[in-house]
């Protein structure tokens, strides 16, 4: 069982940068692939990036490919999502999600086992 945490939304303006986090309970964090996704009002959730178990792949969503980065310090237990360049378009409530150990990356939403409860990223233009 693993449990996540995100930290590090907040309101900022067009063009700005965030960084989020998302500390992971236990101690297999190092075997699970990780991802952000999003989830605006109104919208379906998109897939922002996801990280190989290893750290050694990383994958994006065409609209934050440039942008954002993805992250992981497996001594920490902890993920982190680096947005920079924001646009308006990028506010939405950021999750973090964990795949079962030893499983590979996807950009696929449903193959997540592990959900935190999110945090709200605001961009003003």
């Known amino acids: 069982q693993v449990q996540l945490v995100e930290s590090g939304g907040g309101l900022v303006q067009a063009g700005g940068s965030l960084r989020l986090s998302c500390a992971a309970s236990?101690?297999?964090?190092?075997?699970?692939?990780m991802g952000w996704f999003r989830q605006a009002p109104g919208k379906d959730r998109e897939f922002v990036a996801a990280?190989?178990?290893?750290?050694?792949?990383?994958y994006y969503g065409d609209s934050v490919k440039g942008r954002f980065t993805i992250s992981r310090d497996n001594a920490k237990n902890t993920v982190y999502l680096q947005m920079n360049s924001l646009k308006p378009e990028d506010t939405a409530v950021y999750y973090c999600a964990a795949r079962d150990p030893f499983t590979i990356a996807t950009m696929t939403g449903q193959t997540y086992a592990y959900w935190g409860q999110g945090t709200q990223v605001t961009v003003s233009s």
């Open positions: 236990g101690r297999t964090f190092s075997s699970h692939a």
């Open positions: 990280i190989s178990w290893s750290g050694g792949s990383t």
